[in-house]
């Protein structure tokens, strides 16, 4: 879909926690990343902040190991997307 429509941005909601799912994801082109199991909390500052340019990630995806996920919300758009 994102190489139909280059200026779409994408927010995933996802069953999924895990950061290389969420990561995989961002890496293919998808502006923000949310998992179901915290939907109510952050649907809306995902839209917000993906409609403002950025990136976000649900604080809930687990890494697997003691590294955050690279992308958290609020941080700055990445020009590749």
């Known amino acids: 879909m994102l190489a139909c429509h280059p200026g779409l941005r994408l927010v995933v909601l996802s069953d999924y926690d895990e950061a290389s799912v969420a990561d995989r994801l ?44 690279a992308l958290r919300a609020g941080e700055p758009p990445n020009p590749n997307l």
């Open 26 to 69: 961002m890496a293919d082109g998808v502006a923000g990343f949310v998992v179901k199991q915290a939907v109510g909390m952050d649907l809306l500052p995902a839209v917000r902040v993906v409609l403002a340019g950025g990136t976000y990630v649900s604080p809930a995806v687990h890494s697997g190991g003691n590294s955050p996920p």
